[in-house]
């Protein structure tokens, strides 16, 4: 018997034997969605769609919620910020509900306020790219802000926020100025390690000088 | 002190400009050679960029997940904070409420999961494996096990029948239990070459008595595996006089040499003996040549 099709025929000697490997494991998927790979980028928008169609978001686009969650984890996984802490579906679901949050919160406050749509602006605005990063920054910073203790916040608002010296940060709290570096020291090494928590792998850029 | 030691402290101070002239160009030279105080510094920059005042407009996003499922991993100050924020908030509350309603993770999959034995383990570590909960749930099996074995219907070490039956077909006896006997082998039924349903009839050693008792159930039941075939409920206006219950069953439902069983369960609320399966027995159908019986073989 000749084989006519290049499919699997069991017991037919001669045939081609053409499997078709769907990704099964964790890494798997991963490897896979990072490389663009048709199965696996259906198995981690299964797994978005399982949050924003699941829960009682009411989004108004939830194709679009679950298309900005996949490019989402697409940013994170090629920036190679994503570093297995957890496996990767749990990091996927995670990132797919932070992000319902986000939006589920925009869509609230625009449905409250009735906000006009803004014109596009001209060419000097960021572009898209751009403008994403700069919202994953902030929500970065507002995450590691929030996450600090009340000591910390205290020595950011004088420090980074006021632009205060040590001097001036050791005469408001009572302290010397030495012991205001030393403790601002801590806050800054205390804020990196938060920040090495943030989807999966720090967002701030080093590198950069003033 | 090191040089990194002594320079790190500077380094917030060197990103809001605010170091003078010596202490500025140490941090400078240092900052030349030291890969860590650069990505130091990188940070500090990043946090004088945005006033406090405008990250903290909502709880963010990831930070309520962590409260919501990993809580004592945060500050108490942060705890504290967010709780605050929540009740002043109804769009994070209700936000909230959505994800505590979501499925877990292992529901949503599509497609295969990670492993069955992975699964297990996930499941284990999260539950039994930590320490309270593997002690209650040790104290809850030496509670249910003796329970189980005296009050489970039909259980494993429960008797195969609490009664006595024969079952008859077409007036010869195909099987009997007897009760508190271990559960005999299959008997084997012959199958009617012309497809017609056999009926077969279950002559009972239950009580006259209980069976005028109109609260009680004895639910038929025809299963093979997880399958169940025939679900009948009876009363005990269905017996005859002698206890006797019939039960048509359909060949064509049926395969060939395959182990099906045949019980009733008797229900009754408030009855000790409530869901308990009173008699059970396998039975299989076979062909008409396979159980020929020699005397009918010879010519």
New interface residues.
């Given amino acids: 018997m000749s084989c006519a099709i290049p499919l699997r025929l069991p017991g037919v000697p001669g045939c081609p034997t053409i499997r078709v490997v769907e990704p099964a494991t964790d890494s798997e998927i991963l490897d896979g969605f990072a490389a663009g790979d048709g199965g696996a980028f259906r198995h981690v928008q299964g797994w978005v769609e399982g949050v924003v169609r699941v829960g009682r978001w009411n989004f108004e686009d939830p194709e679009g919620v679950v298309q900005e969650v996949l490019l989402k984890l697409l940013r994170i996984v090629r920036s190679g910020r994503y570093r297995g802490q957890s496996s990767f579906k749990t990091f996927a679901f995670s990132v797919a509900r932070h992000t319902s949050i986000d939006i589920y919160r925009r869509q609230r406050l625009h449905t409250k306020i009735h906000a006009p749509e803004q014109p596009e602006a001209p060419s000097p605005e960021p572009d898209a790219g751009e403008r994403v990063e700069q919202r994953e920054r902030l929500e970065c910073l507002s995450y590691i802000f929030q996450r600090l203790p009340d000591d910390c916040r205290r020595l950011w608002s004088f420090v980074y926020g006021e632009g205060l010296s040590a001097a001036e940060v050791g005469r408001r709290l009572g302290i010397t100025p030495g012991n205001v570096r030393v403790r601002t020291h801590r806050c800054l090494q205390k804020a990196r390690d938060i920040a090495t928590g943030f989807h999966g792998g720090p967002l701030l850029n080093p590198g950069a000088g003033p | 002190m090191s040089g990194r030691d002594a320079i ?12 003078d002239e010596t202490e500025r160009s140490r941090v400078e030279a240092h ?1 030349a050679g030291c890969e860590s105080c ?15 005042d ?3 407009e ?8 962590e409260y919501l499922e990993a809580r004592e991993t ?5 705890v504290r ?2 709780e605050g924020h929540l009740g002043s908030c109804e ?2 509350r ?2 909230l409420a ?2 505590k ?3 877990g ?1 292992r ?6 999961s ?2 069955v034995l992975a699964g297990l383990w996930e499941l284990l570590a999260g539950s039994v494996l930590r320490p309270a909960p593997a002690l209650a749930y040790l104290l809850l099996l030496l509670l249910a096990y003796p329970a189980y074995r005296f009050l489970a219907p039909g259980g494993p070490e429960a008797p195969a029948s609490v009664l006595g039956v024969t079952a008859t077909l077409r007036g010869e006896t195909v099987f009997r239990a007897d009760p508190g006997e271990p559960a005999p082998p299959a008997a084997s039924l012959t199958r009617p070459p012309d497809g017609a349903p056999l009926l077969l009839e279950l002559a009972t050693d239950i009580d006259a008595g209980d069976l005028r008792d109109t609260d009680a159930t004895f639910l038929v039941e025809l299963t093979h595996g997880e399958r169940t075939l025939i679900e009948q409920p009876r009363r005990g206006a269905d017996f005859d006089d002698g206890a006797t219950l019939r039960v048509v069953i359909y060949p064509d439902r049926l395969e060939p040499d395959t182990d099906y069983t045949l019980s009733i369960r008797f229900h009754k609320p408030g009855d000790p003996l409530d869901g308990r399966v009173l008699f059970r027995h396998a039975f299989r159908l076979v062909d008409q040549a396979a159980t020929r019986s020699p005397a009918a073989a010879r010519p």
């Fill in positions: 790190a402290p500077l380094i917030p101070f060197y990103a809001n400009g605010t170091l900052l650069r990505a130091l510094l990188a940070h500090a920059l990043a946090f004088g960029e945005t006033a406090p405008a990250l903290e909502h709880v963010q996003s990831q930070l309520l997940l945060l500050e108490p100050d942060a904070r967010i769009v994070c209700d936000a959505i994800v309603e979501l499925p993770e529901a949503e999959a599509p497609g295969r990670p492993g």
